[in-house]
């Protein structure tokens, strides 16, 4: 936290330093200084949009896999994918850099996967992800076709685990919260995380080594 | 650094098999989803923009509508106008102190006038008989008090004849309660009520008008002249 706040107030004092020299660049610095998720989200709120896509294009894509392998479902994910920058963009005049990016951002994307689920009051139907997400293969068809068979068992692994295992697995593996953050974001406590990530890894870990059936 | 503290700790994460999922789990998003929300994102900021302007008269003028439309009400309120019915009455009108052989002089409000009232407050015509009404004057304390002397008073000189006296002439009107306008029933358009309003301002009269239209064989008309009768003097002992 303290990092966090040190670095907007940095982020403040060089943008007053700059607008008193009269450079018409505000927010231009040097390649090497990566401007934090907060400092992003803090320059969208005052209206720089290229500061939301920098932070969007950052997280979108881990965001994305974790709401498809929480859900188990392409649409699903989809629609609570769009859901949740929508908040993000809703919230931005009251955000408050008092906790990671990340730690907000997955809040939200959990939060909304439980109020989507509860308002379609449906059950996922684990469908098989469509390989148009997929970078391009190159050369290599054969390992590319080994790889989505590999992430279809994957997949399959996941889909046989409790939802509240495979979510603090996912929010690990995806978002890399830490156990206390996980804790944060799904409202239970720390060892109840640990549990579940220790239950998961293992059943995961049986289920993969079980050998694969190629059809 | 207490998020750095926290990613040293001990995990309990397989590391192979979260290596697998690192190496499987390389999923982008749609090209039309990122478009959606870039966009979403672009117009947000656009609508703020726009409503900074807008805010900046829109405020003030809320306010102004607000405060004028809010003194219009205060102003309005405060004026008697036809709001307060009772303004124009007062203690010595609404409450006749009458014996059984008053004239006409002294009666309260004319049963004529309460029927040329506005009629269209149709719960007093459901009202069960001698109910209490909505007070409409805030009298009703005074007239009930009234009413109960004046009903004692009858019958202590029923209990004194031995008989059962006939309401004296008007005394029945003295039992009409100033009533808000009831619904009038009219028979036919043309001759929307049997008894004309001279008779009715007379119960007696009245009376001998609904008699005389049932004995002429007109009993729907007796029967509404009735029920309108009723109502306005729900206390007269109808004979026999």
């Known amino acids: ?215 | 650094m207490n998020q750095d503290h926290d990613k040293h700790e001990a995990i309990d994460v397989d590391p192979q098999v979260s290596a697998h999922y690192q190496s499987l789990a390389d999923e982008e998003t749609p090209a039309d989803l990122d478009d959606a929300v870039l966009r979403e994102a672009a117009r947000a900021v656009r609508a703020d923009s726009r409503k900074g302007s807008f805010q900046a008269w829109y405020r003030p003028a809320a306010v102004m509508a607000t405060v004028g439309l809010t003194l219009a009400i205060i102003l309005d309120l405060s004026d008697p106008g036809i709001f307060s019915p009772a303004a124009d009455m007062s203690l010595e009108t609404a409450l006749p102190v009458q014996t059984p052989a008053d004239t006409t002089a002294d009666r309260g409000p004319e049963p004529a006038q309460l029927l040329r009232m506005q009629p269209d407050l149709a719960p007093a015509a459901t009202q069960p008989e001698g109910a209490p009404l909505e007070d409409h004057t805030g009298l009703s304390d005074v007239f009930t008090a009234e009413v109960e002397r004046e009903k004692q008073r009858v019958q202590e000189m029923e209990a004194a004849a031995g008989t059962a006296l006939k309401p004296a002439p008007n005394a029945a009107a003295k039992f009409a309660r100033p009533r808000p306008a009831i619904a009038l029933k009219p028979l036919l358009p043309e001759a929307p009520f049997a008894c004309s309003d001279e008779q009715k301002s007379d119960v007696e009269e009245w009376w001998q008008c609904i008699a005389t239209l049932r004995q002429s064989g007109q009993a729907a008309a007796a029967d509404l002249e009735l029920d309108n009768f009723r109502e306005i003097f729900p206390d007269f002992e109808l004979p026999e």
Not at chain 1, 24 to 29: D, E, G, L, N, P
Request: aromatic residues 8%; hydrophobic residues 35%.
């Open chain 1, 1 to 215: 936290m303290p990092t966090t706040v040190a670095t907007v107030a940095r982020e403040v004092l060089r943008l007053q330093a700059s607008l008193s020299t009269g450079e018409t660049a505000a927010y231009a610095r040097p390649m090497s200084v990566i401007p934090e998720d907060s400092a992003l989200m803090l320059r969208y709120k005052d209206g720089d949009v290229t500061a939301f896509e920098t932070l969007y294009r950052r997280h979108k894509d881990s965001l994305y896999r974790y709401l498809l392998r929480l859900s188990q479902n392409r649409d699903t994910a989809e629609d609570v994918f769009q859901d949740v920058w929508g908040k993000i963009i809703k919230a931005r005049h009251r955000y408050r850099p008092t906790a990671k990016f990340t730690t907000f951002l997955y809040r939200v994307a959990h939060n909304c996967f439980i109020d989507y689920v509860r308002r379609n009051n449906r059950h996922r139907v684990a469908s098989a992800m469509d390989p148009d997400c997929r970078p391009d293969p190159g050369d290599e068809p054969d390992l590319e076709a080994e790889k989505s068979f590999a992430r279809q068992r994957l997949d399959a692994a996941l889909g046989t685990i409790p939802d509240e295992q495979r979510d603090a697995f996912l929010l690990h593996e995806e978002a890399g919260l830490s156990i206390n953050t996980i804790a944060q974001v799904t409202g239970v406590n720390r060892e109840t995380v640990r549990s579940r990530l220790r239950y998961a890894t293992k059943k995961l870990k049986t289920a993969l080594a079980e050998p694969a059936v190629h059809t």
